[in-house]
């Protein structure tokens, strides 16, 4: 049962991509882009993850996604594909080959497959998953969460000095 | 299992049917409250009181004939009632509105949907993707009104958004969960969290209502100067359905107030559903008299509301709520 | 996982009850398409240009702010979750992330990108 709704959720990611990156109208890609955050929410909550599955749509589909449809707008969209690249089947290709040979040596050699977490299924059913993701959070990995904060800040700052003139 | 699961589909079926007859009958109750705040009668025809005026609304509403302009594109122009429509509904999968149970061949179960422990986040979440209908319907339309209109209520949407999310951090933090069911239990024996924070529940009513587009928030649909806002270019159901997604997430909106804010299903004595109902029913009339009693705001004052007023309130009742809670314990 | 089983099938019963009242109808309206009909409402003119041009940055930029403001909320809420057993580490930790995004949202104000007119 379970296996099937992974199958399920993981086709629809897959295929949700493929038409995502295959489409011309950019706003139709964001369209496919959503059906992919679905998915993929789903398959983290089979995970285990709900946090992480209810930010994956509160964050990338409610609100950075939200980004680039308006980003789309400001540009003109009828302008069939924004930049014109030469030979970029080729670099493509290469490109996606060489990042595809990287993140399979990545795994290997940090062997994260199959390696087991600190927290049991029983600990999550007790405290439930947002009140061990924040106490992991905000106890071992204090630093990572204030340097977010500065990312932010400086995002921020970037973003205004980008759209406003003065 | 299979008895679990034919269960939960019907669970689901009368959520949907009592949501879609609120509905209706929300429309019934706007147009007659309106009309005698205005000292006018309302709808008085169609069955005693008008009360058979939904129905009819509905019926006509699917036999009219289906425009599609043919500037649009279709198949968004298609999805993005839907975009609206499903979000809204489907937040209720997680509204606990009783504590009663029924035992079905020995075993208890609970009479709403599901209780998930991110339920508070997954409403949020949902509410989120609601603007996909606003934005979509309005570039699909390929009208100008439609355009201008997405594109006011989308910024709107997403400013009000943080500001409501803010609000809802001091409840978490008193009841030290984002399960909608414990949120309510967390109220059961003591104040309902309106008391300790009366602030966050201000700031979550005014982001709420400006949230489902409501009058005085209503700018997408500001009839006098947009026409009708993002919906311009729709007819038929396909119109009626952002009708549908915008009452159904005015009853989103006031489910999570009351189990938030106002006890949920908590009640001093009686049947828990009851007191929800209620609860939700005194919101609504609130939304109705805001909408006979005020002006629309100008679209800076609505964005001066939201960032310069309502979040620097939100965040300053998020710091100085954590402090009394820890000086407390 | 059985909490979601019943969101999945909301989601979906959701979605075919949209797609049955769309279609529902067909039967019965009545269908007579005509040039002007099916022409995009422009004040009764025909219309003159396509309407999807170039908008206003500042909706790019309350987009922006907006990316940034939910991420923040989105930490804020584990963190208040897990308030009661982080202590008083917890809660110096959040005010630190709260000042230093008062500071952003302070630039952003004297910059007048929270302004409209």
Known sequence: ???????????????????????????????????????????????????IAAIQVLVYAGAILVLYLFVVMLLNPKSKGFIRIPFRYVLGIVASFVIFVQVLLTLQSANVIGKAGVYTQEAYKQYGNVKLFGYELFSNYLVPFEVVSIMLLVAMIGAIVLAKKD | MLVELIFVVIKILVVITVLLLGVAYMTWLERKVIGHMQVRLGPTHVGWKGLLQPIADGLKLVAKEDI??????????????LLSLIPALS?????????????????????????????????????????????????????????????????????????MGLSLIGPVLLAG????????????????FIVPQFVAFVVYLISAIAETNRAPFDLPEAETELVAGFHVEYSSMKFAMFFLAEYANMYVVSSIATIV????????????????????????FFYLWLRATLPRLRFDQLMTLGWKILIPIALVNVVVTSIVLYAIN | ?????????????????????????????PRKPEKVKLSVYECGMPEFSDARQRYNVRFYVIA?????????????FPWAVSFDVLGLFGLIEMIVFIIILVFGYFYAWKKGALEWA
Do not use: C
Not at chain 1, 14 to 42: D, K
Not at chain 2, 122 to 148: D, H, P, Q, R
Not at chain 3, 12 to 18: H, P, W
């Open chain 1, 1 to 51: 049962m379970e296996q099937l709704g992974f199958y399920i959720l993981a086709f629809l990611a897959i295929i949700s991509s493929i038409f995502m990156i295959t489409r011309e109208n950019p706003v139709h890609s964001a369209l496919w882009m959503l059906l992919t955050f679905f998915s993929v929410a789903g398959i983290f909550v089979q995970l285990n993850a709900e946090f």
């Open chain 2, 261 to 284: 804010f106002l006890g949920g299903w908590n009640g001093p004595f009686g049947p828990s559903f009851i007191w929800f109902i209620l609860k939700i029913v005194a919101l609504m």
């Open chain 3, 64 to 76: 922006m702010l907006f990316v940034i403001f939910d991420v923040e909320t989105v930490f804020l």
């Open chain 3, 1 to 29: 996982m059985s909490g979601y089983l019943p969101i999945a099938l909301m989601l979906v019963i959701a979605a075919l009850i949209g797609l049955i009242s769309i279609s529902v109808g067909f039967l019965i309206r």
């Open chain 2, 91 to 163: 937040a209720f999968a997680v509204i606990p509105f009783t504590n009663a149970t029924v035992n079905l061949f020995g075993t208890e179960y609970h009479l709403y949907i599901t209780d998930v422990n991110i339920g508070l986040l997954y409403v949020l979440a949902l509410s989120s993707v609601g603007t996909y209908g606003i934005i979509m319907s309005g570039w699909a339309s390929n009208s100008k009104y439609a355009l201008l209109g997405s594109l006011r209520s989308s910024a709107q949407v997403i400013s009000y958004e943080t500001a």
């Open chain 2, 177 to 192: 969960t984002v399960s909608l069911k414990g949120i309510t239990e967390a109220q059961a024996n003591g104040f309902w």
């Open chain 2, 68 to 81: 599609i302009p043919t500037m649009v594109d279709k198949p968004v122009y298609i999805i993005a009632p």
